[in-house]
Every structure is written in C-alpha cells, then in structure tokens.
C-alpha cells in the first residue's frame, strides 16, 4: 500500500509537529490546517482539495474556533460515509457512540504517545478495506451499466429484426 494521507483536524500547534512525527514513523503523512475555517461548511471540500485516506480530529477545537470535532466529523459525514476517522478526546463519548459510524474510533488524547503504532495499523487496515469496498463497488455499477446497455442492444436488435 502507498503511503496514506490524513487531515489532521487540530488547533494546538504543539500537538500537531508530536503527531505528525509519530505517525510518520508508521509511514501515515499528517496534513494540518494552519487556520480552521470559521463555519463548517467547505470541511469536505478540504477533504478533497486535499486528496485525504483518513482523519484525525480534536474534539476541542476552541483556541480557534466556536464548534467542536465531532461538528465537523458530522459535517463530512453528510459527503463520505466511509472516510475513516480517528476522534481524539480527553473526555467520555459515550453520548456520541451511536454517531460513529464502522469506520471511525475514538481514543483518549492521552493516550496517543503510548498507542500511536496500533492507531497507525488501525487506520491503515480501515483504508484498505475501503479501497477494497470501492474497488468492489466500482465493479458493482460497471456490470450493471454493462447490463443495462446489453438489454437496450437486445431491445434494439428485437425492434430491428420485427421490422425486417
């Protein structure tokens, strides 16, 4: 697999240059936001301006702005259902585990530093499996577009031969 890339959702300057270098050495490469936008709107359009496999998000986003991780993993969720994201919180979610979804996993801010490889492998096994899946699904829609054009040839070709 070639190196992924996440989104690192995260408004503490400090977190951003340990995490970067801690997932780097799992091979994951980490692209930030400098400044987070000021609305939700346009997250998933960084997503995909920015070409991302997975995400990593703040719960607490306050130093810059007013909504939390969790607003903008519902905001993308509303484009990608299947993104995978990692939720990182110093707190309890037990409120927000019906919103996540097969793909996301939330884990314990403090808990990183000591458990960033199994993330790593976490986040690397759930890419593959939605590349699978889209790859699977790819093929899905190609046979049954081919199936629709093959029933529109045969009707075609009735038409022609009732004709004759």
Not at 31 to 40: D, G, K, V, W
Not at 80 to 89: H, K
Not at 111 to 133: F, G, H, Q, S, T
Request: aromatic letters at 10%.
């Amino acid at each position: 697999m070639s190196e992924l890339k996440g989104l690192f959702i995260e408004d503490e300057v400090a977190n951003i240059d340990i995490y970067t270098k801690l997932f780097a050495l799992e091979g994951l490469y980490l692209e930030c936001i400098n400044e987070l936008p000021a609305t939700l709107e346009g997250f998933y359009d960084i997503v995909l301006e920015r070409d991302v496999d997975f995400l990593i998000i703040d719960y607490h986003l306050d130093k810059q702005v007013t909504y939390k991780g969790i607003d903008v993993l519902r905001e993308i969720r509303k484009y990608d259902s299947t993104i995978y994201a990692v939720l990182l919180t110093n707190y309890q979610l037990e409120d927000f585990a019906d919103q996540f979804g097969d793909y996301d996993y939330e884990l314990k801010k403090d808990a990183i530093v000591e458990r960033y490889v199994d993330v790593a492998e976490k986040i690397k096994r759930a890419c593959e499996l939605r590349k699978e899946n889209m790859i699977y699904k790819g093929i899905v829609q190609q046979e049954e577009e081919e199936s629709d054009t093959i029933k529109l040839l045969k009707e075609i070709s009735s038409k022609l031969d009732s004709k004759e």
